[in-house]
DNA sequence: CTGAAAGCGCTTACAG
DNA sequence: CTGAAAGCGCTTACAG
């Protein structure tokens, strides 16, 4: 292996010179510069990040602790982390934040792995992410969030998301309305609840707690949810989803059950993961403006590395309707249409 | 920040001998062994990774090149990386090898940030791969393989996979068979059609120029090629898709011409992704052993690390067969069936 | 502008 | 069994 020390050899000049060069900030003779670049070239030289990293204090690289990624949302934001981190020369150190992931992830900031975490499922209970703000490490939330807490957080805003599906479903004649959701206590889906019900009341409506169900995060969630939903006697004539893939369940419910959509019952979902645009689902659905979020993300922790006292904020990134074939109209306001038909499962 | 010699400090000893301690290996007496536990306790030590690389040159981290993250497969081979790499204590770096990752990981390794590579995509033109390899550094290639190249390789038999795909649909009567694939060069899809070619001429069958059809490997690609299959006249009566997002394109795309499956059309994918199972699709396919591949991907990565001069080996792990409603019967030779009705498009 | 030197925080021979 | 010391490969004051 070459080391700085080599290249000193081959240029004839100082070790410390060569690292000079390298740095790029500090002034060298131009023909110094030339002998060194040369003397570069010729070993072959690769700068060695352990120990440069022991130095510095910067290991140029960041964690992501991911979640679910059997929910393909996470890749997507996995994708746009990536793409980020590569622009800003910073290397990926991934975990899974299911298992002892989030853990490890946190001890290798003080291991000196990486300069800092970002988090895309916080949960309120999660010790590991309690332990590293406690210790000002720097850590930033990206789609998941946590109120009251001192940390940059960026989302989408899914309150407003939320409520742009209640204006657009009331908009469109929509009386009867039902709500398929994950746990509580997530703030993504708890804060699209949210709007969702505002958007509601703004509209006179109001979403009967029988048309509310709520399981975990998985196709199967939304295929059993809806399959309750449709098997009542008043069933809702609009659905929303406070995901794609507990969307994409409940389609798929519906068509096993023979009810079809949008004829029958509208669907909408959240996230516009590139499944949703798919035949077999084409659904309506919120897109969150993800390469941004994880720009920003990525970012915000960045500059918290180089300055750990500044002020952390929270980011809400808007979100927009996509409409699809999953409901059968415009968004309100842009051209009036009927109510649909309501339910005949 | 806290080191070794603070911990020294505290226990009153040397800081080699907290050192030892750490490492678990040396002699240490029971006494001063038990006063460096405490210190460590009431200091919360934890080893700088950093100067410990510097040291020992193991960074404790593994590179992994994911492509393509927009295929499920990927996340779900992620996924098991992730795991795998947890339960070995070894950190995982991620890059895409899109754009400028695989260049950036193989750098990676000089620069002493990973201990060796794990690339998932491997293509015959991919310089960096090139690179690494006549650099002896440790690299082993999952689920794409290459020929001919000295190198730790594991994938599931596809060829075998695609054979048991042509008895199957053989098995039920299909005579007129076609093919969805993606473009030359990809061991993965290569060596499935191969497979599935061969099975066919086993079985008396071959498969009609016209009846092949190529794209990329997304969706609409699927999508695309099945339009131009079921707008022949003569379609065929089954499709072996070579990797399952093919085949949801091509189930969409039946859907979309009133085309039903399988009544209309058979139809066979491989992978066997988690959606694979979703009512939408409910694709008969074939389960490649992703978990076992991962772990023995990881396995042969470190041992090469340990040991740069073990001969390489390529494994082939086993695939089979999962049948479901895209296809209406079980498989050849368990139960016979008579042939399904041709199609109707 | 450049070199000699210190030091980042460890591990591991080398003595004793 | 334990300590003193060397050294992994850099960066960056400190002199000159």
Same mark, same amino acid.
């Given at each position: ?6 290249? *000193?050899?081959?240029? $004839?000049?100082?070790?410390?010179? @060569?690292? =000079?060069? !390298?740095? /790029? ?106 332990? *590293?703000?406690?210790? $000002?490490?720097?850590?930033?939330? @990206?789609? =998941?969030? !946590?109120? /009251? ?106 068509? *096993? ?89």
């Amino acid at each position: 292996m070459v080391t700085s020390r080599d290249v *000193a050899r081959v240029a $004839g000049v100082s070790q410390a010179t @060569v690292s =000079r060069v !390298l740095s /790029g900030g500090a002034k060298v003779r131009p023909g110094t510069r030339d002998r060194v670049l040369r003397a570069l070239e010729t070993t072959g030289y690769v700068p060695n990040q352990a120990a440069r990293a022991m130095r510095t204090r910067r290991t140029g690289s960041v964690g992501v602790v991911v979640g679910r990624i059997t929910n393909p949302f996470y890749p997507e934001l996995l994708t746009a982390l990536s793409r980020k981190l590569g622009a800003v020369e910073q290397r990926m150190v991934l975990w899974d934040s299911e298992g002892p992931g989030a853990q490890t992830a946190v001890d290798a900031i003080r291991q000196r792995v990486v300069d800092g975490l970002v988090f895309t499922t916080a949960t309120a209970d999660l010790p590991p992410l309690a332990q *590293a703000l406690a210790s $000002g490490s720097p850590v930033v939330l @990206v789609n =998941r969030t !946590l109120a /009251g807490i001192s940390c940059d957080q960026v989302t989408s805003d899914n309150d407003a998301g939320g409520r742009l599906v209640a204006a657009y479903l009331a908009g469109h004649g929509h009386r009867r309305l039902g709500l398929l959701s994950g746990p509580r206590g997530i703030s993504t889906t708890d804060e699209r609840e949210t709007g969702y019900r505002a958007g509601l009341r703004e509209a006179g409506l109001s979403l009967p707690a029988e048309l509310v169900v709520r399981g975990e995060f998985h196709h199967n969630d939304g295929y059993e949810g809806m399959r309750r939903l449709l098997d009542r006697d008043d069933p809702p004539s609009a659905v929303f989803c406070t995901n794609d893939l507990i969307a994409f369940g409940a389609r798929d419910a519906a068509r *096993a059950l023979g009810v079809r959509v949008p004829q029958d019952v509208w669907l909408v979902g959240y996230d516009d993961i590139p499944m949703a645009s798919w035949e077999a689902f084409d659904l309506t659905t919120v897109r969150q403006p993800i390469a941004a979020m994880a720009d920003l993300a990525v970012d915000l922790l960045l500059a918290r590395v180089e300055d750990r006292e500044r002020p952390p904020h929270t980011h809400r990134l808007p979100a927009e309707l996509v409409v699809r074939g999953s409901t059968a109209g415009v968004p309100a306001g842009a051209q009036s249409s009927g109510p649909p038909r309501s339910s005949g499962a």
